[in-house]
C-alpha cells in the first residue's frame, strides 16, 4: 500500500461524507452514516439528555468523551456504590444523582441511558430502558445468556428505540480502512483469523472492605460475568464474522484457572476455536499471567496478513528492495553468517522479518469517541444506524458459546434458534 | 602553535579526481546490482542518495588508506634521513 493511499481519521470521515455515504466503504460499514460529517452537522445545536447508569471505570471513560461531544447533556448519575457516584459526579457537578436506576428511568429530563454495569445486569436494565421509552447505550457483552441477547434485540425491533453496544472496533477507522480491503479481496481469501489478549495482571480492583469485593471484583465471578470470553473476547470475535462475512458454524474450547487461584470463579486461561462454514478457523486465546503477546487481532489471508490493532500488512511476498540493498544485505550475509559444513534435512520455517506496511498511520483512538457521536446523533434523528445491533449481538453469542463450550467440555454449534 | 596551511591548486585537483572516481566507482556499483538482482534501470537516478552514499564511504575509505601510507612514508623518510 503506497503513502498516498494512506489517509488520517478525519479525511477518512471527510471522504464518507463527501461520496454521499455511498460505495463499497459505507456498504461494508452501513452504521458509519450515523457519525458522518453531514450527520453531525445535521444534528448541531440538538442535546440529547443522558443518564448515566453505572459510574465506575469504565462509565467514567465514557463520560470523559461525552464531555467533548456537543449533542450530549449528562443530567443524571447512578450507581449503587457510593465512591464510583461521587467520581461521577466530580466529572459532571450539576448532574442529579440516583443510586437505584428505576429512580433514574422515572426523571422525565433523561431521553437516553449509558449503562456500564456488570454484564448480568445489562438484560434487566436495558428492558426497563427500552420499555420507558429510552435509547439505551449499553456496554458490551449485550448480555449474560445467548436468549437475553435476543430478547433484547427483539424488544429494540418492538419498541423501535435505539439500542447501541459498546463494540467501539466497528467505529475505529483504522479496522475500516483495512476490512475494506479484505473485504473486497485485495490478500486473497481469508484463511485464518488469529485473535489473542495476554496480561499478567490478576485482574482484581482494590477492595476497601471484603464484604465489597464481589460487587468490585464482579468480573471475576460466574454470578455476575463470564469472565474472558465476555469481557475482552467479544471486542476480537466480531472479526472473523467481519472479515469473512459468514457466522460460525461450531465452537470448541479450553479453560481452566492455572494460576491466580485466589478464589475467583472464572478462567484465567482460555483457547477457543471457532469453524466457518468453509472450514476457516477463528481462534481466541487469552492468559493474564504472562504478557508477553500483549493483544493480536490478525485476518490471515492468503497473500497478506493484517495486523488489525497495529494497523499494518505483511505481504507473503514483500516488495522487492532496490538493488543495492540487495547487494549490501548479500555481502551482510556472505560475512556475518555462519559456515555451513553440512546442509540440514530439515529447516525449521521462521517467522518474517518483514516490517509491514502501515495501514493508517495517523488514526487516532479506538472509536469510543466515534460510537458514542454516533450514538447521541441516533438518539437526536431516532434512526437506529442499519446492521450496528446485529454485529453486537453475534459478537456475544460467539463469546457466550465459546464459554459454554468451556464448560460443557463439547463441541456446540451455532443453532438456528440464535440467528436473526 | 596553529600555522596557516595551503591547499594548492594541485592537490584540489586531485582530490576532485579522487572524488570523481568514487563517485564513478558507486554508479558502477549501482548499475551492476541493478543487473544482477535484475531491478529496474529507473533505479540508476531513484538510487542516486544511495549512490553519493556509497561513493562518500568509498571516498573516506581512501582518504584513510592515503593517509596511513603517507603517515608511513614519512616515517621512513625521518628515519633514513
Known amino acids: 500500500m503506497k503513502d498516498e493511499k494512506l489517509i488520517d481519521r478525519r479525511s477518512f470521515l471527510s471522504r464518507l461524507g463527501g461520496i454521499g455515504l455511498a460505495g463499497a466503504a459505507l456498504s461494508a460499514f452501513p452504521w458509519m452514516e450515523s457519525c458522518s460529517p453531514s450527520r453531525n452537522d445535521a444534528t448541531s445545536g440538538a442535546k440529547v439528555r443522558l443518564g448515566i447508569i453505572g459510574t465506575g471505570s469504565r462509565g467514567r471513560y465514557l463520560m470523559s468523551f461525552l464531555k467533548d461531544i456537543p449533542q450530549a447533556s449528562v443530567v443524571a448519575l447512578c450507581d449503587i456504590y457510593g465512591p464510583n457516584l461521587e467520581l461521577g459526579a466530580e466529572m459532571f457537578p450539576d448532574a442529579r444523582r440516583y443510586t437505584e436506576y428505576r429512580r433514574l428511568l422515572e426523571d422525565r429530563d433523561v431521553d437516553a441511558v449509558v449503562i456500564a454495569t456488570p454484564l448480568d445486569r445489562h438484560f434487566r436494565m436495558v428492558m426497563?430502558?427500552?420499555?420507558?421509552?429510552?435509547?439505551?447505550?449499553?456496554?458490551?457483552?449485550?448480555?449474560?445468556?445467548?436468549?437475553?441477547?435476543?430478547?433484547?434485540?427483539?424488544?429494540?425491533?418492538?419498541?423501535?428505540?435505539?439500542?447501541?453496544?459498546?463494540?467501539?472496533?466497528?467505529?475505529?477507522?483504522?479496522?475500516?480502512?483495512?476490512?475494506?480491503?479484505?473485504?473486497?479481496?485485495?490478500?486473497?481469501?481469508?484463511?485464518?483469523?488469529?485473535?489473542?489478549?495476554?496480561?499478567?495482571?490478576?485482574?482484581?480492583?482494590?477492595?476497601?472492605?471484603?464484604?465489597?469485593?464481589?460487587?468490585?471484583?464482579?468480573?471475576?465471578?460466574?454470578?455476575?460475568?463470564?469472565?474472558?470470553?465476555?469481557?475482552?473476547?467479544?471486542?476480537?470475535?466480531?472479526?472473523?464474522?467481519?472479515?469473512?462475512?459468514?457466522?460460525?458454524?461450531?465452537?470448541?474450547?479450553?479453560?481452566?484457572?492455572?494460576?491466580?487461584?485466589?478464589?475467583?470463579?472464572?478462567?484465567?486461561?482460555?483457547?477457543?476455536?471457532?469453524t466457518f462454514p468453509n472450514g476457516v478457523n477463528m481462534t481466541f486465546e487469552s492468559v493474564i499471567s504472562n504478557a508477553h503477546f500483549g493483544m493480536g487481532e490478525q485476518i490471515l489471508c492468503k497473500d497478506a496478513t493484517i495486523d488489525l490493532p497495529g494497523s499494518r500488512i505483511f505481504r507473503e511476498t514483500p516488495p522487492a528492495k532496490s538493488g543495492m540493498e540487495q547487494l549490501i544485505a548479500q555481502i551482510e550475509k556472505g560475512v556475518f553468517s555462519n559456515s555451513v559444513f553440512a546442509g540440514t534435512s530439515w529447516n525449521a520455517e521462521t517467522a518474517s522479518a518483514d516490517r509491514g506496511e502501515a495501514i493508517m498511520p495517523e488514526a487516532e483512538g479506538d472509536g469510543t469517541r466515534e460510537i458514542l457521536q454516533a450514538f447521541c446523533n441516533s438518539c437526536i434523528t431516532g434512526k437506529m444506524p442499519p446492521r450496528i445491533l446485529e454485529e453486537a449481538y453475534y459478537s456475544s453469542v460467539l463469546g457466550i458459546l465459546g464459554d459454554e463450550a468451556i464448560l460443557q467440555g463439547k463441541t456446540l454449534y451455532m443453532e438456528e434458534g440464535f440467528i436473526i | 602553535m596553529f600555522k596557516d596551511s595551503v591547499i594548492t591548486a594541485r592537490r584540489k585537483r586531485r582530490e576532485l579526481a579522487v572524488a570523481l572516481v568514487c563517485f564513478g566507482l558507486a554508479v558502477l556499483i549501482n548499475v551492476y546490482s541493478i543487473i544482477r538482482f535484475n531491478c529496474p534501470w529507473s533505479e540508476f537516478f531513484t538510487q542516486i542518495g544511495f549512490v553519493i552514499l556509497l561513493a562518500a564511504c568509498i571516498y573516506a575509505v581512501l582518504a584513510a588508506v592515503r593517509l596511513a601510507v603517507h603517515a608511513v612514508v614519512s616515517i621512513v623518510r625521518r628515519c633514513r634521513g
Not at chain 1, 145 to 150: F, L, P, S, T
Not at chain 1, 184 to 211: I, K, L, M, T
Request: glycine share 8%.
Open chain 1, 128 to 274: 426497563d430502558a427500552l420499555d420507558s421509552g429510552r435509547d439505551v447505550y449499553c456496554e458490551k457483552s449485550m448480555a449474560y445468556h445467548i436468549d437475553e441477547c435476543r430478547q433484547m434485540y427483539m424488544k429494540r425491533k418492538s419498541t423501535g428505540r435505539i439500542l447501541f453496544i459498546g463494540q467501539q472496533r466497528l467505529f475505529d477507522p483504522k479496522y475500516h480502512k483495512a476490512m475494506e480491503s479484505i473485504v473486497r479481496g485485495d490478500f486473497g481469501p481469508v484463511v485464518n483469523v488469529r485473535n489473542y489478549w495476554f496480561r499478567n495482571a490478576d485482574w482484581r480492583r482494590p477492595v476497601p472492605s471484603p464484604e465489597l469485593e464481589r460487587l468490585i471484583n464482579w468480573r471475576l465471578y460466574r454470578e455476575y460475568s463470564r469472565g474472558l470470553m465476555t469481557e475482552l473476547a467479544c471486542h476480537q470475535l466480531q472479526n472473523g464474522t467481519w472479515a469473512t462475512g459468514m457466522l460460525p458454524v461450531k465452537v470448541m474450547g479450553a479453560g481452566d484457572i492455572i494460576y491466580w487461584k485466589d478464589g475467583r470463579e472464572v478462567f484465567d486461561n482460555v483457547c477457543v476455536i471457532y
